[in-house]
C-alpha cells in the first residue's frame, strides 16, 4: 500500500464499528498491521476481543474508554475529560510509531461531537500521519470537516431496530 486513505463510517444505523472490523480483518489476512483503539467502549470482555486476540500481533484492540458517554458535552466529569485527553495522547503516538498499516479510531467521530476533542487536531494530526496510513473513524455524528476531508464516508441509516421492540443487546452481534 503506497498511499493510505482516510475512510469514515458514520450514521445513526447499525455497523460503523462492525465494518472497520471487518476491513481490519480483511487486510491481516494480507499480512497488514492493524490496530484499533476503542475510545468509549470500556474494559469489559467482547466478541471481537476475544477473537481478535487469536490474531495478534496481526491486528490489536485496545479499549482506552470508561463506557459510553451520557453526559452533555458541557457536563463531563474531570475523570471523563482526563481519560479522553490521555486516550487522544495515545492515539496520537500510535499513529506516528508508523509501526501499523491501518489504525482504527473507533468512536472518535463521538469524541469529537462530544467536545473531548477538537476537530482541528484530529484533523491536523491525520494530515501529518505517515502518508502510508490507512485510519477508519468511526462514530456516529461525524463532524463536516471530516467528512469533507476523507477519502471514503459510509452513512449506516438505520430502517429497523430490534431495540425499539424492547429486545436488549445481544452478546454476539452488539458486543
Not at 45 to 53: D, H, L, N, Q, S
Not at 70 to 92: F, G, L, P
Request: include cysteine.
Amino acid at each position: 500500500m503506497n498511499e493510505g486513505l482516510i475512510l469514515v463510517n458514520t450514521g445513526e444505523g447499525k455497523g460503523k464499528t462492525t465494518a472497520a472490523l471487518g476491513l481490519g480483518l480483511r487486510a491481516a489476512g494480507h499480512g497488514m498491521k492493524v490496530l484499533m483503539l476503542q475510545f468509549f467502549k470500556g474494559p469489559w470482555p467482547t466478541g471481537e476481543c476475544a477473537a481478535v486476540k487469536r490474531l495478534e500481533p496481526d491486528f490489536k484492540i485496545v479499549q482506552l474508554g470508561q463506557g459510553f458517554i451520557r453526559t452533555r458535552k458541557e457536563e463531563h466529569s474531570k475523570a471523563t475529560i482526563e481519560n479522553a485527553q490521555v486516550s487522544w495522547d495515545r492515539a496520537k503516538q500510535e499513529i506516528f510509531s508508523d509501526f501499523y498499516d491501518i489504525i482504527i479510531l473507533d468512536e472518535i467521530n463521538n469524541m469529537i461531537y462530544h467536545g473531548l476533542v477538537s476537530v482541528e487536531e484530529v484533523i491536523s494530526v491525520l494530515k501529518e500521519r505517515p502518508k502510508r496510513l490507512t485510519v477508519i473513524l468511526t462514530g456516529r455524528n461525524a463532524h463536516e470537516k471530516v467528512i469533507e476531508m476523507a477519502d471514503t464516508v459510509t452513512e449506516m441509516r438505520e430502517i429497523k431496530h430490534h431495540y425499539k421492540r424492547g429486545i436488549n443487546a445481544q452478546e454476539g452481534i452488539e458486543f
